[in-house]
């Protein structure tokens, strides 16, 4: 096969001319940061996902952080998540003195395991933060029925799926707090961003006082005078700014059409690998529309003759960016020298062993479906 003249990225963003105006319409605003923009954005992702509310952060990884805030984890607590995941997830449970606890993954969905995680709750388990890793919703009913038995907090990593379903509802209001990532290989972007999703006032107002600084209009600062305020707790800057604002609300105009067409995608790759020996589509939980941010499918390491880091290398060299997502969290040396060992969650690693990222973004044509197609049909050959 000749090799692709331009390299094929696993994942970009899809920026038109109307994202370009709306940026440009709010430098020229009186506002780049704490303007009416956020709250815009805000109520944009809040409708779409039919939640009550949504709190903007500068990222996703902040987001989490304050989802974490919110639920209060804090010394001693444990919250049960998944391995295979950004490190991400669970740094946020680390930055609030809290301690992540791995449950392994259902073999055939690769998210998080429910009845994995039942192993895992002790009496210090304080919050349950499944990932729906992929785009694919997790099992969303059997984890909030997990919670309510053991009086646990749900936060939903939805960083990949912004736009997914389950059970007829979009994602972001069913579990307790829904974090959406918006880095340029995600549903939407807004250059970096991340947003909390809830149905809880409790939450809402505890997830913006520690967006900026931990501090509020408190009645008697209201008294004092328009300057005055108060900072009751100990939070951080991370507020989203008017101008990353203004590309999401211009995104989210744009969203059911990246989503469809990303399966469009999907169901070309399917139909063309299928053919392939060795090669492991993945499946999809029964009622869930994933919103496929990411297309991985499995090597089967007894069909081939070659290794996976082969695989990955000539398929890079034919200009395919094939990619791996993620290392088990707790193979990271950071995570070994907290006491965290290989073995922890053998399901998962096995399925690490032979996992493969192939490229998928609205802006993919029919023709580079082929392209990699193509390539991986020569390179496994």
């Not at 304080?126 to 785009?135: R, S």
């Not at 107002?205 to 600062?221: D, N, Q, V, W």
């Not at 700014?241 to 203004?246: G, K, L, P, S, T």
């Not at 059911?256 to 090669?279: H, S």
């Amino acid at each position: 096969m000749k090799k692709r003249d331009t390299f094929l990225s696993y994942g970009r963003q899809t920026i038109d001319e109307e994202d370009i105006a709306a940026v440009v319409e709010t430098l020229r605003s009186p506002f780049l940061t704490q303007g009416p923009k956020v709250e815009e954005f805000e109520q944009e992702v809040a409708d779409y996902v039919g939640a009550k509310y949504a709190v903007a952060f500068s990222n996703g990884t902040t987001a989490l952080h304050g989802a974490c805030y919110a639920a209060g984890i804090g010394d001693g607590d444990e919250v049960i998540t998944t391995p295979i995941t950004f490190v991400a997830t669970s740094n946020a449970v680390l930055y609030c003195g809290g301690t992540p606890v791995f449950a392994d993954i259902d073999e055939q969905t690769y998210n998080i395991d429910p009845l994995e995680i039942e192993k895992k709750i002790t009496s210090k388990t304080k919050a349950i933060m499944p990932v729906d890793f992929t785009g694919q919703p997790v099992d969303l009913d059997a984890i909030m029925e997990i919670a309510s038995r053991h009086n646990l907090i749900v936060i939903e990593d939805g960083a990949h799926s912004l736009g997914a379903t389950y059970k007829g509802r979009k994602i972001g209001s069913q579990a307790d707090m829904t974090m959406f990532s918006f880095h340029p290989v995600k549903p939407i972007t807004t250059g970096e961003g991340g947003i909390i999703t809830t149905n809880s006032e409790v939450f809402y107002e505890k997830l913006k006082l520690f967006r900026s600084h931990g501090i509020s209009k408190t009645p008697y600062a209201i008294e004092q005078g328009d300057w005055y305020y108060e900072m009751t707790d100990l939070g951080n800057n991370y507020r989203m700014c008017d101008i990353q604002a203004a590309l999401g609300v211009s995104q989210m105009h744009k969203i059911d059409g990246f989503i469809e067409r990303r399966r469009e995608i999907v169901a070309l790759y399917n139909e063309k690998l299928a053919a392939i020996p060795g090669i492991i589509l993945p499946k999809q939980l029964e009622e869930t529309k994933s919103g496929w941010h990411l297309y991985m499918i499995q090597l089967d390491s007894q069909v081939f003759n070659k290794s996976r880091k082969e695989i990955f290398t000539e398929m890079r060299e034919q200009n395919i960016g094939v990619h791996v997502h993620y290392i088990p969290v707790y193979w990271q040396p950071y995570y070994r020298e907290l006491g965290y060992e290989k073995g922890l969650c053998p399901v998962a690693e096995q399925w690490y062993e032979q996992a493969l990222t192939l490229p998928i973004y609205p802006g993919m044509t029919d023709g580079d479906v082929g392209d990699v197609v193509g390539a991986l049909r020569e390179v496994v050959r």
